[in-house]
């Protein structure tokens, strides 16, 4: 059940960017969250499946361009476009696009460091910039996992994001959005995937929720009494930490189902198309239960488009890439849309 999971995470993050909120948390927050465990779990699966040797980790690279940039470019073209056009202007398309705006959105991963370079102004998919720190993690996992380094680096980042929650360290950035504060949750994802392998995988697994969950409930617990809690956006994280590793030990190693599959195609088209759908068809706001409601059904009928013109056929082709790989049963629980 991932794939329904994570088209309710893409709900959230759309939800979240036309105001609405939960008991003044931003529901978005603890759905980036839940993406990041989801994606350490499925990209183990998929990397032990077909990529488990060093001569393969180019393999991986090509299959994880082929399923992220071919939809991403799509959007980003299609938005330029309606941008030159309707002459709109907001808050993330402010100033007029130079070769190296169009070139930062291209490539993505800049758009991760828009404290740094201000690639805020102009930002094509502004949910990119989380786009951004999943590609940083395509290109360090491999590397961790060959090298039998997958705690240690846990480990590592994890200490970045309690001194970014501490306040040493600006919490939104170094807690959130940069790859040093959040590599250890894409980790956490990582290491569930593989006590999922195990035959003792249900007690182990939430033993491993129960230790996850513990840990976060101090954590939460200091930083009420260091007087940190509330900065941004801690108390998000820590419940996406807890509510992302105990669905995803929940659901994950289920069988697949025909509607899951699909749900889970949709995901990655809600999650970029529907700032787009925001400003082309809404004027930016949407306001009342009646356009949210429109406001997600265009942007799901917009990802269902999307999913069989562009990813539909970069899946096919990444099957066929992966047949030369070596194959493993360990990977038969992860989404085939990944």
């Not at 939960?22 to 993406?35: H, I, R």
């Not at 799509?74 to 056009?85: E, G, P, Y």
């Not at 969950?213 to 809690?229: D, N, Y």
């Not at 195609?265 to 999650?271: M, W």
Request: charged share 10%; proline share 4%; aromatic share 12%.
């Amino acid at each position: 059940m991932l794939g329904t999971y994570r088209l309710c995470l893409a709900m959230l993050v759309a939800l979240s960017h036309i105001g609405v909120g939960v008991m003044g948390l931003n529901p978005g927050v603890v759905a980036v969250v839940g993406f990041y465990l989801v994606s350490g779990y499925v990209m183990t699966g998929l990397f032990r499946a077909h990529y488990a040797r060093a001569d393969k980790i180019t393999g991986f690279y090509r299959d994880r361009v082929l399923r992220l940039y071919p939809h991403y470019l799509v959007i980003a073209i299609i938005t330029l476009v309606w941008f030159a056009l309707s002459g709109a202007r907001a808050d993330y398309l402010r100033t007029t696009p130079t070769l190296r705006n169009l070139l930062e959105n291209a490539l993505v991963v800049p758009l991760n460091f828009f404290m740094f370079n201000h690639s805020d102004h102009f930002t094509l998919i502004p949910p990119a910039w989380s786009l951004g720190a999943e590609v940083q993690f395509y290109i360090v996992f491999p590397l961790v996992l060959l090298a039998g380094l997958r705690f240690p680096v846990l480990i590592a980042s994890s200490v970045v994001y309690v001194a970014a929650s501490m306040g040493s360290i600006n919490s939104d950035w170094y807690g959130y959005r940069l790859l040093p504060g959040v590599l250890w949750m894409f980790l956490l994802g990582s290491w569930l995937f593989d006590i999922h392998q195990r035959t003792d995988r249900r007690s182990r697994g939430m033993a491993a929720c129960l230790i996850v969950s513990m840990a976060v409930v101090a954590l939460a617990f200091v930083l009420e009494l260091h007087g940190t809690l509330k900065l941004p956006y801690n108390r998000e994280t820590l419940i996406g930490l807890v509510a992302g590793i105990l669905v995803v030990n929940t659901v994950a190693y289920r069988p697949r189902r025909p509607l899951d599959d699909m749900l889970g195609n949709l995901s990655y088209g809600v999650f970029l198309s529907h700032f787009l759908v925001m400003g082309a068809f809404f004027g930016g706001r949407v306001n009342g239960v009646a356009n949210t409601v429109a406001f997600l059904a265009i942007t799901v009928a917009i990802a269902f488009t999307m999913y069989m013109l562009v990813e539909s056929p970069m899946l096919r082709l990444r099957r066929r890439l992966r047949r030369a790989a070596p194959a493993m049963t360990a990977g038969s629980s992860t989404n085939a849309a990944n």
